[in-house]
């Protein structure tokens, strides 16, 4: 198939890339052109088209003209993508730009939604389960997972709408464009899918949190009498988290793609994520996966702590639909830890410019004072270079 990816140089979307240029479909991406890690010399090795652009002069912007002069078959062909993979829409604007453009040319429209459109919603109902911690390593106070007929919104031009609009701009924005691709596919007769995300973990991620994670693990290690361990808010201790591997998410995509599910399984939502994990638990499987032991320091609460996870308040989300309907059966999450966090041990070893990013940040997060940020480097590229 002829798929158009809009974005496609980040996380999720470079490894999407590559695995559908992979399966035999001809990619084009159109995004900026910001470039994260070695993204830009994997995606040349495909063979992919790359448009750098603004998506929105695409339909009318200030730029229209020179963009679609780098771009002519894609705005003149009338049938010229099977597909598009949205990794770039925020807002419900950025929605009805690419459906207006596409909408009603293409067979398959795979949106990248979030777990933070829950954050918009009314409560789940009162019920709760399962309790205990996912992990196996200690008792953890009852949570409930959100399931997809989660995502209901209060009344329109309600206050509690407009109040859970302002907390969370960004659910709102991924829920309501979830609904204009639910309108458009009916009117214009394309099959979607909106993937709801957990936070995303693997190599190249442009957030910069997995890396900071790492140097701090090793930093609390090596710098023991300067350096914390990891916050962990209490309010997290017993409550788990929600992640889910780059790599299973471009799987996903690229069998949706390839025809590969059933029509039954097209046209609705679902979540995406690896079983639920406390905090603690993850940073400790982390750590031991690049051969140190966690420190921990339990923070009263999250304004107190530094923490990069989770994005979301509402906890974990189930994924027993996405289990059931698309066979969804995630990397093991200590293998994809794993090959996360050897990917960054390695990228600080080499000395690479996001490694020294990451160590300026944790300084600077944590406020170190009674040791340089040079100091701090130092001993973090050194274990490094050790493994």
């Known amino acids: 198939m002829k798929v158009l990816v809009l974005g496609g140089n980040g996380l999720s979307g470079a490894e ?10 001809t990619v084009t991406t159109l995004n900026r052109g910001s470039v994260y890690w070695d993204n830009a010399e994997r995606l040349a090795e495909t063979g992919a088209m790359h448009v750098q652009c603004d998506r929105d002069d695409l339909v009318g912007g ?3 003209e020179d963009c679609r002069e780098d771009w002519p078959d894609a705005v003149r062909a009338p049938n010229h993508f099977d597909a598009v993979i ?3 829409s925020y807002t419900r604007s950025d929605t009805r730009s690419a459906l207006a453009e596409f909408g009603s040319r293409i067979k398959l429209y795979v949106f990248i939604s979030s777990d933070s459109v829950y954050e918009v919603c009314t409560d789940p109902a009162p019920e709760m389960g399962p309790t205990g911690s996912p992990s196996g390593h200690g008792p953890a106070a009852a949570w409930r997972a959100s399931v997809e007929g989660d995502a209901h919104r209060p009344p329109a031009h309600s206050e509690a709408r407009r109040r859970l609009r302002r907390a969370d701009r960004y659910g709102h924005g991924k829920l309501v464009s979830e609904r204009e691709i639910e309108r458009a596919a009916q009117k214009n007769g394309f099959q979607f899918l909106s993937l709801r995300l957990a936070d995303v973990l693997g190599p190249r991620d442009n957030t910069g949190r997995w890396i900071e994670y790492i140097v701090w693990i090793i930093a609390a290690h090596t710098c ?7 916050h962990i808010p209490h309010n997290l201790m017993r409550r788990p988290l929600s992640l889910v591997f780059a790599s299973d998410v471009a799987r996903v995509i690229t069998s949706a793609v ?7 399984a097209l046209n609705t939502a679902y979540n995406l994520a690896h079983p639920p994990i406390l905090l603690q638990d993850l940073i400790a499987t982390m750590a031991a996966s690049i051969g140190v032991g966690a420190r921990f320091v339990e923070v009263p609460t999250a304004k107190e702590a530094t923490t990069f996870l989770p994005s979301v308040e509402r906890g974990p989300v189930c994924t027993d639909l996405a ?15 794993q090959r996360t966090c050897h990917f960054y041990v390695a ?41």
């Open 224 to 230: 023991r009498s300067t350096v914390p361990g990891v």
């Open 258 to 264: 390839s025809g590969e599910l059933p029509d039954s």
């Open 86 to 88: 949205d990794f770039s």
């Open 323 to 337: 289990q059931r309907a698309l066979g969804w059966a995630p990397t093991p999450l200590d293998a994809a830890l």
């Open 16 to 25: 999407t890339v590559l695995q559908l240029s992979a399966a035999g479909h």
């Open 62 to 64: 200030d730029d229209v």
């Open 347 to 387: 990228a600080i070893a080499s000395g690479q410019k996001e490694a020294r990013d990451a160590v300026a940040e944790l300084v600077d997060d944590l406020d170190i004072v009674d040791v340089s940020e040079e100091d701090v480097w130092h001993a973090v590229h050194s274990f490094a270079r050790s493994k």
